[in-house]
């Protein structure tokens, strides 16, 4: 497989030896599997099990979780470059945006001892995965208007509502669910979470039929009075948003890092085959009309490389509001930088892009999904629009 371009010159200067050690690391397993392994288990049908049980091994899955639970202890920098390294491979895991990313994260930070100690092991060593539920037809990922409700039935809670492009509920042991309580002094509805364990009666998948090649398929919920008893909430009834954000700012970094290990690939490829695709006597990319093309894609993915870093960092140390401006920011950058990376490597490569044996027909699709998913580019230019440049909001 070709080897993909370093992700930075000075990055001595913005990431620790450890981190260093890690990407390397990653990169050397990621390598091992490539993307024709990646082509092989979506092709059949199948996924990434023999890579994600060894990433897991490593210790790789749970780097962000703590300690005591068997994860790494450190943070999503370090989960966000597994994730980077792995798509810079060819073989990126969806999952590592859901399960320790997002499902960790807020159970790290809000779930109970118990919920904790039940969960964190196994999405730490990769035994475990949990899928995230919030988006719904009518609502997009608008927190919002969210319809799913919550209501109290004695003890326990009763859950219901729809869900839609849920991903990996088939491999998932169980579910984190974004619903809405009523609010006992205000009567208005307020985000909270549930985990609903795969095989709870009411909880229904169907999987969507998707024009997108991966391992990890799609899939409609419905929840019908589906109970839940009292553990099955996360954190606090009243934290809100507060920790529905906790599990968004870090996907919307791994989101970047997903899309930033893509477009390294593509441009993997494309210099490779730039190098020594020869017409005329000489490599097409001699040619600037090829050649300055890729320099603008790889001057794009380290701009939004170091976007991604500054978010992740930002996360790490406690700062949820800078945190959630930067991985906006991030993921706006790293999915403009994903796209247009891939779009230009099929170019580069002319019909040898659509072929098979070459792998980058089929991100045009996924490289797109960056676009659309968590977040549309839209909706993070209005975030930035008010809550960065104080401009009014029009709805």
């Excluded at 798509?87 to 990313?101: F, I, K, N, Q, R």
């Excluded at 159970?107 to 988006?135: H, N, V, Y």
């Excluded at 719904?136 to 809670?157: F, K, Q, Y």
């Excluded at 930067?326 to 170019?347: I, P, T």
Aim: include cysteine; glycine fraction near 12%.
């Amino acid at each position: 497989m070709t080897e993909a371009p370093p992700t930075s010159a000075g990055q001595a200067l913005l990431e620790t030896t450890e981190q260093r050690d890690l990407r390397a690391a990653v990169a050397a397993l990621g390598a091992r599997y490539g993307r024709a392994y990646f082509q092989r288990v979506t092709a059949e049908g199948k996924h990434t099990d023999e890579l994600w049980g060894e990433a897991g091994k490593l210790g790789y899955l749970g780097v962000n979780l703590p300690e005591r639970y068997g994860g790494g202890g450190r943070g999503v920098t370090e989960l966000a470059i597994v994730l980077e390294e792995l798509g810079a491979a060819g073989c990126p895991l969806l999952m590592l945006v859901v399960s320790p990313a997002i499902c960790g994260t807020v159970i790290s930070r809000f779930g109970t001892d118990e919920q904790r100690a039940r969960w964190l092991p196994g999405l730490a060593d990769g035994s475990r995965k949990m899928a995230f539920g919030i988006t719904e037809p009518d609502a997009g990922s608008n927190s919002h208007r969210i319809t799913t409700t919550a209501r109290r039935d004695g003890t326990d809670w009763l859950l219901t509502g729809r869900k839609v492009f849920i991903s990996g509920v088939d491999i998932a042991d169980a579910t984190l669910i974004v619903g809405r309580t009523e609010d006992s002094r205000t009567g208005r509805l307020k985000p909270c979470l549930f985990i609903v364990d795969r095989d709870t009666p009411g909880f229904e998948r169907r999987p969507i039929p998707m024009e997108l090649q991966a391992p990890e398929k799609q899939f409609e919920l419905v929840l019908d009075d589906v109970r839940l008893p009292a553990d099955a909430l996360v954190g606090e009834e009243d934290a809100g948003l507060l920790q529905l954000f906790a599990g968004l700012n870090p996907e919307r970094i791994m989101t970047a890092a997903f899309a930033l290990g893509m477009g390294r690939y593509a441009l993997g490829q494309a210099v490779d085959y730039a190098r020594t695709r020869t017409v005329w006597k000489q490599p097409i990319g001699a040619h600037q009309a090829v050649a300055h093309p890729l320099a603008q894609a790889h001057i794009e993915l380290e701009l939004a490389g170091l976007m991604t870093r500054k978010a992740a960092q930002l996360y790490d140390a406690g700062d949820d509001v800078g945190a959630g401006e930067a991985a906006n920011m991030a993921k706006y950058a790293a999915a403009e930088a994903g796209l247009k990376a891939v779009d230009q490597a099929v170019h580069t490569l002319g019909g040898n892009g659509l072929t098979t044996e070459y792998g980058l027909a089929a991100l045009l699709n996924a490289a797109r999904v960056a676009r659309i998913a968590p977040v549309s580019r839209e909706m993070i230019l209005n975030y930035v629009s008010h809550s960065s440049l104080g401009l009014p909001k029009s709805y």
